[in-house]
């Protein structure tokens, strides 16, 4: 709930804030960028201290960010409010994290659908967060804050009750168990090893590499449309009521059907579900960049972005973890979700340029070419038998 409150409406307040489409694009940006940047910190606490030290530090970091972007918005200044939401990133950072905490005790075969419980627990306050964006502006105008900074302030709250939850609760330590129960301590706990320890694992093991990539497509498409899809509305005419109801449609399609996912993924395998992800984002990408000013296939597009993704990172991040030893597991995990976040910030930058300066239709198709290259491209690796 706490990520997605000021996701429905970062875009728009940095796009009012600079006067610039090319701009508040970097609002997306700069979530997707603080959540690779916090990714590797994540990772680092987790193979030292378990995941309960690793989460605490990514929500801490995300309640900064809520407070730096209130004063932000409060200031008028669209650069520290990017600064912020840097920050706020860290949300999304602990909210990928905490999906490998249900993979560490997970028996063999059903790591995709542990997985997928822990992002399907999600789907309440993601979806309902875009609709809190306008009681809680209200709210806040009434406690005295300027306005759309009370959905900031909401925000922070929720990080306060996960951190409340995750350092009281999160008892045992999945990870610490894990390792325990295996007799293995974590090779990486430092920077530089952390991320060698990541790329040795990697270049030995082609299909975590191979998922990793998956992950990576899979993300840029989606934050690419994503995030510029609350400006085109914006610009279409829509209240944030619309805004706000196409968001959580969107959320609802990448984390209610997560279950199915992971069971399907379990069952039929990895690679064909990433390889179903990819037809649906192509699917979507056709239906956004077609669509026009008709707000219900903008709505069915992102419905179907958000089911892509779902397919792509849990797929893809259970065979992440079923191809590496569990000693190696978090470096290989940190490192997969800052490339995954890296790749979604750079999407962001270019969309808001290639909507900025040419439309919204071509993000469609640039997006839709992207993701049928990686589709083809994984297709025949998997015929092939390569491993």
């Known amino acids: 709930m706490g990520v997605a409150v000021g996701l429905a409406l970062s875009s728009v307040v940095v796009d009012e804030l600079s006067g610039s489409t090319v701009i508040s694009g970097f609002a997306g940006t700069a979530t997707v960028l603080g959540a690779a940047l916090l990714a590797l910190p994540t990772a680092r606490a987790s193979g030292r201290g378990g995941r309960r030290a690793g989460l605490t530090l990514a929500y801490v970091a995300a309640l900064a960010g809520c407070a730096i972007s209130v004063a932000a918005i409060s200031l008028h200044t669209w650069p520290l409010l990017l600064v912020g939401l840097v920050l706020v990133g860290g949300g999304s950072a602990g909210s990928l994290a905490s999906r490998y905490s249900a993979t560490d005790l997970a028996p063999k075969g059903r790591s995709a659908r ?26 806040g105008m009434r406690l005295g804050l300027v ?41 990486g706990a430092g920077r530089t090893r952390t991320v060698s320890t990541a790329w040795q694992t ?114 893809g991040s259970a065979l992440v973890t079923e191809s590496v030893p569990i000693e190696r597991r978090p470096a290989v995990q940190g490192l997969s979700d800052l490339l995954m976040n890296v790749c979604g910030a750079t999407g962001t930058i270019i969309a808001g340029a290639i909507v900025g300066v040419l439309s919204y239709g071509v993000l469609g198709l640039v997006v839709g070419v992207m993701v049928t290259l990686a589709g083809l491209w994984l297709t025949i690796v998997w015929r092939r038998g390569d491993t």
């Open 147 to 187: 306005e759309k900074a009370g959905p900031f302030a909401f925000s922070a709250l929720g990080f306060a009750l996960v951190l409340v939850i995750i350092i009281g609760f999160l008892r045992p330590d999945p990870l610490k168990l894990a390792r325990d129960l295996n007799g293995t301590e974590d090779p």
């Open 202 to 315: 990697l270049r030995t093991t082609p299909m975590a590499r191979r998922a990793l990539v998956m992950i990576a497509i899979s993300h840029t498409a989606m934050v690419s449309v994503m995030s510029m899809t609350p400006v085109k509305l914006h610009h279409d005419g829509s209240n944030l009521d619309v805004i706000g109801l196409v968001i959580s449609l969107h959320i609802a399609g990448m984390y209610m059907f997560s279950p199915v996912v992971g069971w399907l993924a379990d069952k039929a395998g990895k690679v064909p579900v990433l390889v179903l992800g990819m037809a649906l984002l192509l699917s979507a990408a056709t239906l956004a960049g077609t669509a026009g000013h008709r707000v219900w296939q903008v709505t069915a597009a992102l419905v179907l972005l958000g089911l892509g993704w779902s397919c792509g990172l849990v797929a």
């Open 114 to 139: 542990h997985l997928s419980l822990v992002v399907w627990a999600s789907t309440i306050g993601s979806v309902a967060g875009p609709n809190l964006a306008k009681p809680a502006d209200q709210i």
